[in-house]
């Protein structure tokens, strides 16, 4: 299904340069850490690369850094449940398996100590010893929202003391190790200048781009706008137009359709622009990012950094 | 205001002997990313001091030392935490350390440079540049005026960081004075930085480790020996790229003209 019109002028006037298609590597886990319940169905990441993980065998956990009780006309507490109850449906539509939540206040994560967040993050990836992890971009700019910036340098940093033999070695008391998560990649909102300057694109199939747009209003409580389907309706109508695939459909039916159009629209975008259907744009980071001096000396040993 | 920034200026420019302060979070941060510079500096006559905002080590004072510096000076912070600690207090501290030396010239990590996983430099180098600033103001610290550690206004200021941004020597948007990226000819200390590197024995054995569980397999026999001789050489050779020099360092560099207020840089 294809829709021309509803495209917000999000993608104009930007330039965007054509990047590497990019292979994620073979693995068995990853972890996808953000801020909120609904940051891994966003159109520019992650549940496109998530279902494609999935798909090549990954098993995938989604850790949430807050309880979400702001998010939706709830009150704090009804937030608070129906919001954790939509995304472990968003996530199992994915085919990630769980959600782990690390209980910090809504948009209040400012005030709590970057060290906090960071322990936390530090005992998971040693136990679960991630192939993958995934997050906001913690370089990324122009991210108004609290939480996805201290919840993205937080995971950049935890990633740093998670492979250190001296932080927190309270953890080797469990048989926990020191571990370098060897891939990273990071997404950015980009709906206002550069706020992300990702350097590969992950080619996505029209499934992977089906269920990202599933995942996207399965978060009912802030997302399905069953009002939006009824004025793109009304304004149509006053031009003479309609939609044959939304036809007959309820409002909250229509939403839905529109929001998956919506979805596929952008990923086809991002995928035009990389020589493929469809596409997601990642800053991605190897096993050896942070050592970009020692690439040579590395290669001289066989190992491709 | 700024008739007294430019007395100040000319005074620190004027001081008998060129003093230069180098702030690292650890050991090897400097050292990596900007020691054959002050090495080339110290060679010169400056004197160069280092503040480690963490603890460092008999090794890396021995580092400082082989590359010709009068000091090395310890905050004793602890590794891996200084996102925990104080700002303020880290800050004052290096204001502190900056009105004892007086320095002709100042570097630090580069707090706005991308892809550095070091949040210690992020950390350090955050509070070097605010205490690089307020060190010049009179009503900070006023405790200092006590002990005659006067205003101090550091006329050049070297931001450092690993070069991990492939888009970090395109500089900032504006006005010919906002920092810009410099990139310094180090091949005549580049074998002085290698030593003095190797001095790292810590730092460079838990970079094998790290190495190791990264490859899942051991590095061949003396490839462990020499893994910061081959950093140091791989730096100076990635920061060389593009430019004439055989070996190099790069910063973002705000020089003279970036301490004196716009309106007074008008024809
Ligand atoms: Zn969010």
Not at chain 1, 174 to 184: A, E, F, I, N, S
Not at chain 1, 240 to 261: C, T, V, W
Not at chain 1, 267 to 289: D, F, I, L, N, T
Request: glycine share 6%; proline share 6%.
């Amino acid at each position: 299904m294809r829709f021309r019109m509803f495209l917000p002028a999000l993608l104009a006037g930007a330039a965007f340069a054509q990047l590497p298609l990019h292979t994620p590597p073979p693995g068995k886990l990853f972890l996808l850490i953000q801020p909120h319940h609904d940051d891994h169905s966003w159109a520019y990441g992650h549940a496109g690369l998530v279902a494609r993980l999935v798909e090549s065998g990954y098993t995938g956990h989604y850790v949430r850094l807050t309880n979400d009780e702001k998010d939706g006309s709830g009150t704090w507490a009804q937030n608070d449940i129906v919001n954790h109850r939509e995304t472990v449906e968003a996530i199992r539509n994915l085919g990630m398996t769980d959600v782990i939540s690390l209980n910090w206040r809504n948009d209040h994560t400012d005030s709590v100590p970057h060290v906090d967040i960071r322990a936390q993050i530090v005992l998971l990836i040693r136990k679960m010893l991630p192939d993958i992890v995934m997050s906001y971009h913690p370089w990324g700019h122009y991210d108004r929202n609290p939480d996805h910036r201290k919840l993205a340098r937080a995971v950049a940093d935890a990633i740093w003391a998670a492979s250190q033999e001296d932080q927190y070695p309270e953890h080797f008391a469990l048989g926990l190790k020191p571990y370098r998560v060897p891939h990273q990649y990071y997404s950015q909102r980009n709906d206002y200048g550069r706020g992300s300057r990702p350097n590969v694109a992950v080619e996505i199939s029209a499934e992977h781009v089906a269920k990202k747009g599933r995942s996207f209003w399965l978060h009912r409580n802030v997302r399905l706008d069953p009002a939006m389907a009824r004025r793109v309706r009304e304004r149509l109508a006053k031009e003479g137009k309609h939609i044959p695939q939304i036809e007959g459909l309820s409002d909250e039916e229509a939403a839905m359709r529109l929001q998956e159009a919506s979805m596929e629209y952008r990923a086809r975008q991002v995928g035009a622009r990389h020589g493929v259907r469809y596409a997601e744009e990642y800053s991605y980071r190897g096993p050896y990012a942070d050592l970009p001096e020692m690439h040579e000396f590395l290669r001289g040993l066989g190992v491709t950094p | 205001m700024v008739l007294w920034l430019l007395l100040a200026m000319a005074a620190s420019l004027g001081a008998q002997e060129r003093a230069v302060l180098a702030v690292t979070a650890e050991g090897e941060d400097y050292l990596l990313y900007a020691g054959g510079t002050l090495a080339a500096m110290a060679k010169e006559g400056a004197a160069v001091y280092v503040v480690c905002a963490t603890a460092c080590s008999g090794e890396d004072e021995a580092a400082a030392k082989a590359l010709g510096f009068r000091r090395m000076d310890s905050l004793g912070y602890r590794r891996g935490n200084l996102a925990g600690i104080s700002p303020t207090e880290l800050r004052d501290r290096i204001v502190f350390h900056i009105r004892l030396r007086k320095p002709a010239a100042i570097f630090f990590p580069n707090p706005h440079a991308e892809y550095d996983e070091g949040f210690d430099r992020l950390h350090a180098g955050m509070a070097a540049e605010e205490a690089a600033f307020t060190a010049a103001q009179r009503n900070l610290q006023p405790s200092h005026a006590v002990v005659d550690l006067a205003p101090h206004v550091t006329p050049e200021w070297y931001f450092y960081a690993p070069p991990a941004d492939p888009r970090r020597r395109q500089g900032e948007a504006g006005e010919p004075f906002v920092p810009q990226p410099k990139v310094v000819d180090i091949a005549a200390v580049l074998e002085v930085k290698v030593k003095a590197a190797s001095l790292l024995r810590t730092a460079e054995s838990r970079l094998a480790a790290e190495l190791e569980r990264r490859m899942n397999r051991s590095l061949p026999g003396q490839a462990a020996g020499r893994l910061y001789a081959e950093r140091v050489r791989g730096l100076a050779k990635l920061s060389a790229a593009g430019t004439a020099y055989r070996a190099a360092e790069e910063f973002v560099y705000a020089g003279v003209a970036f301490q004196i207020p716009a309106a007074y840089r008008q024809p």
